[in-house]
């Protein structure tokens, strides 16, 4: 796994062995390129979380919508209307 970074340069990312491997990257990563010689189908996952330091002061509109049923505990996501 390489990280292709803003300035134009790469990084290696090492695999740990193991089923599901995990891998921290940098923040000025622009790109992942992910390959895979097993004969086992590949995917990978990229998770960020936490939380502003300053809540911005608009609602944040990007095309989905996610939405929490209090009495089943479902969650819904939908494209929003101006996607």
Excluded: H
Aim: aromatic content about 8%.
């Amino acid at each position: 796994m390489q990280a292709a970074l803003a300035d134009k340069s790469t990084a290696a990312l090492t695999l740990p062995a193991g089923l599901f491997p995990k891998a921290v990257f940098a923040p000025e990563t622009r790109s992942l390129e992910f390959t895979s010689d097993s004969p086992l189908r590949s995917y990978y996952l990229v998770n960020e979380s936490g939380f502003d330091r300053v809540p911005s002061a608009q609602a944040l509109n990007q095309g989905l919508e996610i939405t929490v049923n209090s009495w089943t505990r479902r969650q819904v996501c939908k494209k929003g209307p101006d996607r």
